[in-house]
């Protein structure tokens, strides 16, 4: 039997492509910020505060573009969500430039900075979930963590270009004697990169194929041969399913996914600050070494996703179970180390752990439903991935402030406890996702 490479198509590729400059653009403000508090003097409780607003939108609003996709069609969300993330990059890269020239206060030009992430909250949480059911309806049961572990890697590539390219993006004046563009200079950057992927979206990304409200129809693999999944008749007649959280299929996944995103976004938050205070730098000159950590973590990331998951084909009980575990650890070192070699180490084996929960968590909820609910899932997940980011860098920093190993330790607390019970509560339908059949 004369066996092909699986080759990606186009779709594919254009899905990847939005999901990789969400995170580019989310990260490179992620290494920029913690300095640009300190220059601006704003406390560090402020500069976390910045995610949690646009954090708590996202959970409110993804549900609702969910549903919208199931009825509208996942390539209008697209276009939402992309176009969303664009403008609030721009509006964040003029608020952030009004601050470093002296135009607002410190805390004036955060609050408005906050006003450009609610866009982004808002709007920008449209596009993964609208994403994530257009893959799940692209790709068979087998091959479908796989697949949602290869688009799950785009956050981590992007989280490595994002912080790579943005010491670079940090320029000085638009003009001899003009205003000074300096930290807000990567935004501008990844927002000009989203208004390039809107257009390709626009262009070449194909309107689906759908019944009378959307539910997507029999999708090519992403190795380019029919997935055979198609919409059932309850679907097709305008029946969209609802899940809700505490749905006894996916409670458990809901579960995983909130406390690790929680401990996530805890601990990296933190380590910007983390590196400046360990290393006794200057804000500006720790971009480089936090660029570094961060960089790291992504690596491990996609050293997960891109090697370890294929090679290991673990189903998603045990990465949820064996990443848990290893984040635990990561985070431990992260907290403890004194060196910038220490914590990028640490936080290399916490992400390489987080690398294996997100997609066993995402692929275990799409697993546990039919296709007729794969929107009202992907909602839930895209949601449940914002949540953690209402409070979680709040509370990082806050326990950051009291001790700065202590967001760390906490983060690694609560990972082991959910492993204990996620090892408890997963029943053997639950270790073999196949045992759910299609409805």
């Known amino acids: 039997m004369n066996m092909r490479p699986a080759r ?8 990847f492509a939005v999901m990789l400059v969400i995170a ?7 290494t920029v910020l913690p300095a640009l508090g300190r220059r601006l003097g704003a406390p560090d409780a402020v500069v976390a505060a910045v995610f949690s607003v646009s954090a708590l939108l996202w959970v409110i609003a993804a549900p609702f573009w969910a549903a919208r ?27 952030l430039m009004a601050g470093i020239n002296g135009w607002l206060a410190p805390l004036a ?19 993964p979930p609208a994403v994530q059911a257009l893959v799940a309806g692209r790709t068979s049961r087998e091959e479908r963590t796989k697949a949602l572990t290869l688009l799950a890697s785009a956050f981590g590539l992007g989280t490595i270009i994002g912080p790579a390219v943005a010491p670079y993006l940090v320029i000085g004046d638009l003009w001899p004697g003009g205003p000074e563009v300096g930290l807000a200079g990567p935004a501008f950057a ?3 990169v989203g208004a390039a992927i809107w257009i ?3 262009r070449y990304l194909p309107r689906e194929e759908t019944a009378s409200h959307g539910a997507a129809t029999a999708y090519p693999t992403i190795g380019g041969q029919s997935s055979g999944a198609s919409v059932t008749a309850a679907t097709a007649e305008g029946a969209v399913v609802k899940i809700g959280y505490f749905d006894p299929r996916i409670r458990i996944w809901i579960v995983i996914g909130l406390v690790m995103g929680h401990a996530q976004a805890m601990t990296s938050q933190a380590v910007g600050f983390l590196v400046i205070d360990r290393l006794a730098v200057d804000p500006v000159a720790a971009l480089e070494p936090t660029g570094l950590v961060l960089m790291m973590g992504a690596g491990s990331a996609l050293l997960a996703q891109w090697g370890l998951i294929p090679l290991l084909d673990l189903k998603p009980r045990a990465l949820a179970l064996w990443g848990m575990a290893i ?10 180390a004194e060196s910038l070699y220490g914590i990028a180490l640490g936080y290399a084996l916490a992400s390489l752990g987080f ?7 995402t692929a275990g909820s799409s697993l546990a439903v039919g296709p007729e609910a794969q929107g009202a899932v992907a909602g839930k997940v895209t949601s449940i991935n914002g949540a953690a980011f209402v409070l979680g860098p709040s509370i990082g920093v806050g326990m950051y402030e009291l001790w700065r190993p202590l967001p760390y330790l906490a983060a690694a607390i609560g990972l082991v406890a959910v492993t204990v019970y996620a090892w408890i509560s997963l029943t053997p339908s639950d270790r073999d996702p196949e045992a759910f059949p299609e409805r």
Do not use: E, K
């Open 8 to 15: 990606f198509d186009t779709t594919f590729i254009l899905l």
């Open 24 to 30: 580019m653009g989310n990260t490179a403000l992620q």
């Open 69 to 95: 996709s199931d009825r509208h069609g996942r390539r209008a969300m697209v276009l939402v969500g992309i176009g969303g993330f664009t403008l609030s990059l721009f509006l964040c890269g003029l608020f």
């Open 109 to 127: 030009t955060f609050l408005a900075f906050i006003l450009g992430r609610v866009i982004y909250g808002s709007f920008g949480s449209a596009a």
């Open 190 to 192: 990844f927002a000009m």
């Open 200 to 202: 390709a979206v626009l």
């Open 327 to 336: 984040a635990a650890v990561g985070c431990i070192a992260t907290g403890t």
């Open 355 to 361: 690398g294996f929960v997100r997609p066993g968590y």
